[in-house]
């Protein structure tokens, strides 16, 4: 890995050993929340924010700990990506890299500029959020082992999502060998370490950047990146985690398509996430008539927002919840 770090990623360097671990905020530039976490946090520590930017030697942190903005491009413009076929959280996938031609947009050459940091990391933390109103936390994931599901237990969140598969066909990637979905978590995933996105809410709600940015020194803290004293510098409330209990875990396993033919949803239940359905439930219909049902029970999983209907490519995804037993894989690091 090259030691020039990428523009916007700042590293924090520890004094004692420890993983590699990279926070990003604004991997997709709509999002708010993820871009005031990171800030926040090297405000907190009087480093430079805006970009982030250098290398600093931070007591409290174990390792390397680095924290950037995924995508500055497309935060300032206040847009998912920053122009062209994919978004960043859809770049990261070794048929893309070997392609010249498939990396020519803004969002690819970033992918292209933190693929080696990505690749090293021990853990990678991506802060996200979602469109909905009024939206609760999740964490995605692309592999489930061991390891994640020891990191989601710092998390007080109810479902733990298997994105994998599904994701990697809405880009393109329909060969049956290449099973990997192209996000940034993946790509971490792919190369031995602990990636997981943290649906932190909904975008543009700031005032659940404390909670959020808690959330964060949870993971950071049980991944062993810092320690409490390090927490206790950033300020934000109580670190103790509320009795719940663990979370499910769930898998996409459908991509309605949307044909653009007028579609309305049924029932107002259908426009939010997490909604239990039924085998052959009626979820909307065109304007031709034609009704779309629910292809199995499951949970309704990111339906399109009703001012996105006309031009947002899936309808909604299907979620089922799996077995308890997470499936470790070979080859991943299995030390701090």
Same mark, same amino acid.
């Given at each position: ?77 206040? #847009? ?75 998390? *007080? ?23 990997? #979905? ?59 985690? *509320? ?9 996409? #396993?459908?991509?309605?398509?949307? /044909? ?69 894989? /070979? ?6």
């Amino acid at each position: 890995m090259s030691s020039a770090l990428p523009f916007a990623v700042c590293r924090l360097q520890g004094s004692v050993p420890g993983p590699r671990t990279v926070v990003f905020g604004g991997t997709h530039g709509n999002e708010t929340t993820g871009v005031s976490v990171v800030k926040n946090v090297l405000e907190a520590l009087g480093l430079p924010s805006n970009p982030p930017a250098g290398t600093h030697v931070v007591d409290g942190v174990r390792g390397a700990l680095y924290f950037g903005i995924g995508n500055p491009s497309a935060v300032a413009r206040g #847009t998912r990506g920053a122009g062209g076929p994919r978004d960043l959280n859809r770049c990261f996938h070794e048929s893309f890299f070997s392609d010249p031609q498939a990396m020519a947009s803004p969002d690819e050459r970033r992918a292209a500029e933190l693929a080696d940091l990505l690749a090293s990391a021990d853990y990678f933390f991506d802060l996200h959020s979602v469109s909905a109103p009024n939206a609760r936390p999740f964490v995605g994931i692309t592999t489930r082992t061991s390891r994640h599901d020891a990191i989601c237990a710092s998390l *007080p969140v109810s479902i733990v999502l298997d994105v994998n598969r599904v994701l990697g066909r809405d880009v393109g990637i329909d060969d049956p060998a290449i099973d990997q #979905t192209p996000t940034t978590c993946s790509w971490v995933n792919r190369h031995g370490g602990v990636g997981l996105c943290y649906e932190m809410g909904s975008q543009d709600d700031l005032d659940s950047v404390p909670r959020a940015t808690r959330d964060l020194l949870r993971l950071l803290e049980a991944c062993g990146s810092v320690d409490h004293a390090f927490s206790e510098r950033i300020g934000v409330p109580d670190l103790s985690l *509320p009795t719940a209990d663990a979370p499910a875990n769930y898998r996409l #396993t459908h991509c309605e398509r949307n /044909r653009f033919k007028g579609f309305q949803f049924a029932e107002e239940r259908f426009t939010k996430s997490w909604t239990p359905v039924k085998k052959g439930d009626a979820i909307g219909r065109y304007e031709d008539g034609e009704i779309v049902r629910a292809p199995d029970d499951g949970l309704l999983a990111f339906p399109a927002g009703v001012h996105t209907l006309s031009r947002n490519p899936s309808l909604f995804y299907l979620a089922k919840q799996e077995e308890k037993t997470p499936r470790d894989r /070979r080859g991943a690091r299995t030390s701090a």
